[in-house]
């Protein structure tokens, strides 16, 4: 494969997985978002209001989530045909059990809470809701469960270039997954609460306010402070789990461009990776004890002074996109503060406006629909550093992309990513469109008859 070849390849699978992991983090935190919602319509009619309109939001981004990930189905055949060779028996029992759950599980409950909330009793649909955020969450866990081993691989045997589960409770529960999990949800979570405090912002524009707009304005900003503090705690934990099993993310990071004691990691600069420098350096603080791999049972304890970190200029050919990896983590720390100062002004001016959006300026509704593009930019700087931090591995220090790939013609590749571009631009359009239809219309009334919410 050629270096051409190999980063349209890249290209096209990373720019799947992206809309893939925006579409399938909105839906998981709609969905317990939901399910909350309709526990609490049980006693609250505001709460039934906002589960009637945010009901038809979460179905339109089921439905183009679910077309974003066909593509990378495919994907997984054409663009890396070895992949099942080397890793079979973890791919594939992974991604059936996502299949199952999506297409069997979640989606038996799916009709019933979409059609069926005037033919089921208030407690049963409410349990019918669960289920769909229960399947929505187990769905999440197989994929974040597979991309989580092929960032750390626990659980497996590599025999012969081909790798055997021998522990199927580590491999599900160990390494990193839980971490992973937990910042797709809480990441879902941020966008959905941003979403609302934007959607809330522009529906109370052209038409007042009720009960529902008050719920969802005051629980938004509660949800999206709360989604912030634990991301960040998240992000940390997993960072103390990857950089010491990944030097090159580590020497990319900081950067580190020469072996030695770990250096200061750089707030900002502009790097000249040919010439393996950094310009304009602003340092940071020294880099934590609990990011350095743990102490041995001979030889002293690993410290900062003492502890050789590999630099970048050993790692030539198994280092990640060095600028991409190290401006993407300014960047995810950027967006982060500037998005809690900002969650912070939101939860203070619903406080003193007592949670009733009307009373909002034209300006103050501009800044709220503007944490919805912050918290997207938060995702995807975030998601980019984990991923991308991880090149050119497949699997992390044993089966890189180039292994598994397949002799592409670039000319082909161009084409493929010139249509999926097209094909994604539809898709974001389309959810463009209809939102702003549901936005406009709002929960249009059926007969009651027609069982539909």
């Known amino acids: 494969m050629t270096q051409t070849a190999w980063v349209l390849s890249l290209t096209q699978f990373y720019l799947g997985l992206g809309f893939m992991l925006f579409f399938l983090a909105l839906e998981l935190g709609l969905a317990w978002v939901l399910f909350v919602l309709r526990v609490q319509a049980r006693r609250k009619n505001a709460a039934l209001l906002a589960y009637r309109f945010w009901v038809r939001i979460y179905a339109l981004a089921l439905i183009v989530g679910f077309a974003t990930s066909l593509p990378l189905l495919l994907q997984l055949g054409t663009l890396w045909p070895l992949l099942m060779d080397r890793m079979g028996e973890v791919v594939g029992p992974l991604v059936a059990l996502a299949v ?82 937990g910042l797709l949800l809480t990441g879902g979570l941020m966008l959905v609460a ?24 005051a ?60 310009h304009w350096s602003l340092k940071g603080p020294a880099l934590p004890q609990s990011f350095l791999p743990p102490a041995t049972e001979s030889g002293p304890p690993a410290t900062v002074s003492n502890y050789v970190l590999t630099g970048l200029n050993e790692l030539i050919g198994v280092r990640p996109p060095v600028w991409i990896t190290f401006a ?47 918290a997207l930019a938060v995702q995807v700087a975030g998601w980019t550093h984990l991923l991308i931090g991880s090149l050119p591995y497949a699997v992390e220090g044993a089966v890189t992309f180039r292994q598994i790939g397949a002799a592409q013609d670039a000319g082909t590749l161009w084409a493929i990513l010139l249509v999926q571009l097209v094909v994604y631009a539809a898709l974001a359009l389309g959810f463009r469109q209809l939102l702003g239809h549901t936005l406009r219309y709002g929960v249009v009334p059926v007969a009651r008859h027609r069982g539909r919410a």
């Open 219 to 278: 629980g938004a900003t509660w949800l999206l402070l709360l989604m912030i503090v634990l991301q960040l705690a998240l992000a940390t934990q997993l960072g103390r789990q990857l950089l010491p099993v990944q030097p090159a993310r580590l020497a990319a990071t900081l950067p580190q461009w020469q072996s030695g004691p770990p250096v200061r990691p750089a707030l900002f600069a502009w790097l000249d990776v040919p010439a393996g420098d950094s």
């Open 100 to 181: 199952l759950t999506a297409f069997v599980f979640k989606s038996c409950f799916l009709g019933a809470m979409l059609y069926g909330q005037r033919t089921l009793s208030g407690a049963a649909h409410t349990t019918v809701v669960g289920m769909v955020a229960v399947g929505a969450s187990l769905t999440a866990w197989w994929l974040m469960v597979l991309l989580a081993w092929m960032q750390r691989p626990v659980g497996t045997l590599s025999t012969e270039n081909h790798y055997q589960i021998t522990d199927w409770a580590v491999l599900l529960f160990g390494g990193v997954a839980p971490e992973m999990f």
């Open 194 to 217: 941003a979403l609302m405090l934007a959607v809330t912002a522009q529906r109370t524009r052209a038409r007042p306010s009720d009960e529902g707009d008050r719920t969802v304005f």
């Open 328 to 374: 993407s983590s300014r960047l995810a720390l950027v967006f982060t503060s500037v998005l809690f100062l900002l969650a912070l002004w939101a939860f203070w001016l619903a406080r003193r406006l007592e949670f009733e959006p009307d009373s909002l300026s034209a300006a103050r509704r501009n800044m709220l629909r503007t944490s919805l593009w912050l």
